[in-house]
């Protein structure tokens, strides 16, 4: 019995367990389709083929794929500047072009319903290519040939007008200043530039009737031997790069500098040279005291930029943060760069670093004025930053606000916990150098044992160099003056002068020379120098001026570019 009702329960459940193996597969969801749809794409069948880009004169195709069920009148709208191949009313596929560039509308209406899609139309650009006969584009000798393609779907005539540097040659040393050709595959001769630099050519072409927009090429022309290369930053402008030849170029060769296509930002105060990368600190818009109580102004950062300028990134950004953190002073010391803020301390970043925030967990400080025995014996809340350096294992901190003078100590002179007041027994033995002058930028050449250095004092202000001992013994700032070197044989003056205003900040914080770079090869120390607006020929003009260490020359290496930053890179090259 017991048998016969296990029997009769399994059969009744043999029909519940088919059941519950059979996967669930749902019933397909038929989305609701717009009532009004369609498609569109350049018709060309002429060669080269501009598929992809939506050009001026470019014909297009639209083609309603509305539902069936959606019934009524057709009716195209494309839009002013359009010209329509055949009617707008009445056609499922319709034709037209824009004779104009910009952004347009096109809707499609049928019956009650419609559809709205936006379309760019691009302008015609001539597309220029530059070939080369060698790596580099040597100067008076390098052959430059152009390539040209001009998207012109309508086949209109073109003429092409080449207009080339001065002195530019042809391959057999003939002038070859311009050159008018008609169409894509009338091309100007090989050509030779005869002056060093970024060696502008223009283009322009008129298609049909029209002028478009001139084109412009810089060609990068190197130098025939290999020599260094000084980086600056122009304000409100770009970074440049210029070759160093020391005047051994021939007499009627001009070296222009070379445009890397990269802005400066707005206060960069320094650039680092290390491994074929620029490091460009930049202090942001606001580089003197700020009521920046939120701590939400800071808007500086370090960017890494690669020597012939086709690489840039982000290696630390102090955006939206205290203003007073941004970086405004550097050095590279082994695999670490280090920089200073505003007035309270110096950081220390691997070279490595990218795409970084700044934030005290991952940055703390490498050295706060109040972790060095100085503070309150010298170096006072508010200390203003200026240019630091490590020479013979000693770092060198400039100071110029509350605190002046170039403050020397160890790595084991820095404290781990701050200090209230200073204790002389426990002072760095290094000690201070021009106690009571402001030294704005200093660079130390070991192989000459001479100190290059900027003095922004009301009764100094002037551009001095001395050996390393004779600057440790210099006492303030009339001390430093008699060092002074001469340009037109008076003393250099650095951006102040007496009682006349500094050219950007406060007379506490002004900006003045920024900063020094020294080449190995001509042996030369180089700053940029900006004028306070009173250009005499007792004064020297804003530029970058050049301080050679053996001759004791001042010589104005670039007129007329206002910079800040200065760099050299000691790897002797034709072009970077």
Known sequence: MKRDFLKMLLIALLPICAVSCIDNIPEEEVLPRDAVSFDYYIDQTEEPKYYLDFYVDSRITFVNTSPATTQGEVHWEFGKNSVAEQAEVGNDTCHCYYTKAGTYKVKLTIGDYSKEQ???????????????????????????????ELPNPQNKPATFNWKFPKDTKSDADEDYGTFVGQGVDDLPAPVKFSHIGSQQVQLDVTLGDEELEPVFLNVQVGYSEKVPTLYYAVQGGRIMAHKLTGGKQPADMEIASYDLGIASGQHPFNILFKDSSLYVLDAGKQFYYVNDVDGVLGDGKISVISKDGKKVETMISNAGQAAFDDPFYGFIDGDFLYYANRNTGIMKVKLTDRDKMYNTTEYPYFVRHNHLQYYGLGLAYGAVSRNFAKINGVWHWSTCHTATGTYC????????????????????????????????????????????????????????????????????????????????????????????????GTGVESVGITQMAYDDMNECVYFAYRNNGNDTSEKPNTGIYCYNLVTGAVTCLIEGVSAYGVAVNNTPSKLF
Not at 125 to 135: E, Q
Not at 441 to 461: A, I, L, Q, R, W
Not at 473 to 494: D, R, V, Y
Request: with cysteine; hydrophobic share 45%; charged share 20%.
């Open 118 to 148: 936006v379309i760019m139309i691009a302008p015609i650009k001539p597309i220029v290519k530059i070939n080369l006969a060698d790596s580099v584009c040597e100067v008076r000798s390098s052959l430059v040939t152009f390539e040209v």
């Open 409 to 504: 100590f160890m790595d084991d002179d820095i404290l781990k916990d701050p200090v209230s007041t200073g204790d002389k027994a426990l002072l760095p033995e290094e000690g201070i150098i021009l106690d009571g002058a402001k030294i704005g930028s200093f660079h130390y050449s070991p192989k000459h044992d001479k100190v290059v250095f900027c003095v922004m004092e009301v009764t100094g202000n002037h551009v001095c160099v001395c050996t390393y001992d004779e600057w440790k013994s210099l006492e303030g700032a009339m001390g430093a003056a008699k060092q002074a070197i001469t340009f037109n044989g008076l003393p250099f003056a650095s951006n102040l002068d007496g009682n006349l205003p500094a050219v950007e």
